[in-house]
């Protein structure tokens, strides 16, 4: 059992094309280049790492591998130091395969309609308005911390009908999970866990008081044999809603303003023209997509003419797919409004993100929201951005001057 315990050290990468690493501190920083490398050598590159991974390059290899459940599969959905035993329901419907996967991913579909985001959002720019208030006075404002961070924490707090009070106890289990854990089994373990008797508490509540949220919901919902849901399943879904709601959105809001800060053009562009914040937010998304997912090879077979052999994980990154330029014209440019823009920032294939409706209303109000209140704001030159490692990539650090420079 010692691969649970011990955290596993990875040496720094010295050839990218051979031996990438994407929780290298150098990809965290930067992977534009790094992509770009891996690219030019080939549309599927292989490391020995993380017990053997493979990573598509081109937006054509990524899209093969997303639309293939038979050659791979998404039991397991992050490309970690150890493969442990799946567990059963881990996350439906991320972690499933068809033909369990389609009835999952159906019954969230309905509290993720773009009419739901609309009765949503009133809540949503009150949310932003708060957090505003909370620091407009300072001149000055980690936007990460204390802005990008807590909006989708708080607004998927008050779908699940759980106090958004708690968002600090959310963020520790995602951080967990979500950058620990690939390299540290045990943290991965106890948040996993933590999650679930935060969950089994709440649903044991609502036994003898129902509520009107998504908790609610699930625990309402039969499977396609007209069953209730196994707790298990409700459980996973509810650890996905939390996990997969909270960081992405963070992640491309913190992304979008940290491309405003630096590009002042754009952002005078989007005050004058609010209209095109819709059309922007797109862009901001291909160009900064924060999501790489992961699938396992579970039978041999070629993607773009390359091998992939069985046993190995796949690095499925569609934020590298998202600056191929085969697929976008001037793909390492931010063209806030890019018209043909079919980017992969919410996956390709049955796994497109379930959440793409609320993530886009959450950014577009982000922005609205701050543009209105903050139109001028720059980086601190005194401070240091820092970025997330591993499968979410986002601004952790986002420290910002607000107002007219002197």
Same mark, same amino acid.
């Given at each position: 059992?010692?691969?649970?315990?011990?955290?596993v050290?990875?040496?720094?990468?010295?050839?990218? /094309?051979?031996?990438?690493?994407?929780?290298?501190?150098?990809?965290?920083?930067?992977?534009?280049?790094?992509?770009?490398?891996?690219?030019?050598?080939?549309?599927?590159?292989?490391?020995?790492?993380?017990?053997?991974?493979y990573?598509?390059?081109?937006?054509?290899?990524?899209?093969?591998?997303?639309?293939?459940?038979?050659?791979?599969s998404?039991?397991?959905?992050?490309?970690?130091?150890?493969?442990?035993?799946?567990?059963?329901?881990?996350?439906?419907?991320?972690?499933?395969?068809?033909?369990?996967?389609?009835?999952?991913?159906?019954?969230?579909?309905?509290?993720?309609?773009?009419?739901a985001?609309?009765?949503?959002?009133?809540?949503?720019?009150a949310?932003?308005?708060?957090?505003?208030?909370?620091? /407009?006075?300072?001149?000055?404002v980690?936007?990460?911390?204390?802005?990008a961070?807590?909006?989708?924490?708080?607004?998927?707090?008050?779908?699940?009908?759980?106090?958004?009070?708690?968002?600090?106890?959310?963020?520790?289990?995602?951080?967990?999970?979500?950058?620990?854990? /690939?390299?540290?089994?045990?943290? *991965?373990l106890?948040?996993?866990?933590?999650?679930?008797?935060?969950?089994?508490?709440?649903?044991?509540?609502?036994?003898?008081?129902?509520?009107?949220?998504?908790?609610?919901?699930?625990?309402?919902?039969?499977?396609?044999?007209?069953?209730?849901?196994?707790?298990?399943?409700?459980?996973g879904?509810?650890?996905?809603?939390?996990?997969?709601g909270?960081?992405?959105?963070?992640?491309?809001?913190?992304?979008? *303003?940290w491309?405003?800060?630096?590009?002042?053009?754009?952002?005078?562009?989007?005050?004058?023209?609010p209209?095109?914040?819709?059309?922007?937010?797109?862009?901001?998304?291909?160009?900064?997509?924060?999501?790489?997912?992961?699938?396992?090879?579970?039978?041999?077979?070629?993607?773009?003419?390359?091998?992939?052999?069985?046993?190995?994980?796949?690095?499925?990154?569609?934020?590298?797919?998202?600056?191929?330029?085969?697929?976008?014209?001037?793909?390492?440019?931010?063209?806030?409004?890019?018209?043909?823009?079919?980017?992969?920032?919410?996956? *390709?294939?049955?796994?497109?993100?379930?959440?793409?409706?609320?993530?886009?209303m959450?950014?577009q109000?982000?922005?609205?929201?701050?543009?209105?209140?903050?139109?001028?704001?720059?980086?601190?030159?005194?401070?240091?951005?820092?970025?997330?490692?591993?499968?979410?990539?986002?601004?952790?650090?986002?420290?910002? *001057?607000?107002?007219?420079?002197?």
């Amino acid at each position: 059992m010692s691969d649970v315990s011990q955290p596993v050290a990875h040496p720094p990468v010295t050839d990218w /094309i051979n031996d990438f690493d994407h929780t290298d501190p150098q990809w965290t920083n930067d992977p534009f280049p790094i992509w770009e490398e891996l690219r030019a050598a080939s549309p599927v590159v292989h490391t020995e790492r993380f017990l053997g991974c493979y990573m598509p390059t081109t937006y054509e290899a990524v899209r093969e591998i997303a639309n293939d459940t038979e050659h791979f599969s998404s039991r397991r959905i992050i490309v970690r130091d150890v493969r442990p035993e799946v567990a059963r329901n881990a996350a439906p419907p991320i972690t499933s395969d068809p033909p369990v996967h389609k009835p999952a991913k159906q019954l969230l579909l309905p509290p993720f309609t773009p009419d739901a985001m609309k009765k949503l959002e009133p809540r949503m720019r009150a949310i932003c308005n708060e957090l505003i208030d909370g620091f /407009i006075a300072d001149g000055k404002v980690d936007a990460a911390a204390r802005y990008a961070k807590y909006i989708p924490v708080r607004a998927i707090a008050h779908m699940l009908g759980i106090p958004e009070s708690d968002s600090d106890l959310f963020i520790n289990w995602i951080h967990m999970i979500l950058e620990v854990g /690939i390299k540290d089994e045990t943290k *991965l373990l106890e948040a996993v866990h933590e999650m679930s008797d935060y969950f089994r508490a709440h649903i044991e509540e609502r036994r003898s008081k129902p509520t009107n949220d998504l908790i609610s919901y699930l625990m309402n919902a039969k499977d396609k044999e007209g069953q209730p849901l196994e707790e298990s399943h409700v459980l996973g879904s509810l650890r996905l809603l939390l996990i997969a709601g909270i960081d992405t959105t963070w992640s491309a809001i913190g992304s979008s *303003l940290w491309h405003l800060a630096r590009t002042p053009a754009d952002r005078e562009r989007l005050i004058a023209e609010p209209e095109l914040i819709p059309t922007a937010v797109e862009e901001l998304l291909r160009a900064y997509s924060p999501v790489t997912m992961a699938r396992e090879v579970v039978k041999e077979t070629t993607v773009s003419g390359c091998p992939v052999k069985a046993g190995n994980m796949v690095l499925l990154s569609f934020p590298a797919a998202n600056r191929d330029p085969k697929m976008f014209p001037d793909a390492d440019k931010v063209v806030i409004d890019r018209r043909e823009n079919r980017h992969a920032a919410f996956g *390709l294939g049955i796994h497109r993100c379930v959440g793409s409706n609320l993530a886009r209303m959450e950014m577009q109000v982000a922005l609205e929201e701050w543009l209105k209140r903050i139109p001028d704001f720059r980086l601190d030159p005194g401070g240091t951005v820092t970025w997330s490692q591993g499968t979410v990539r986002g601004p952790r650090q986002l420290p910002f *001057l607000l107002g007219k420079a002197m």
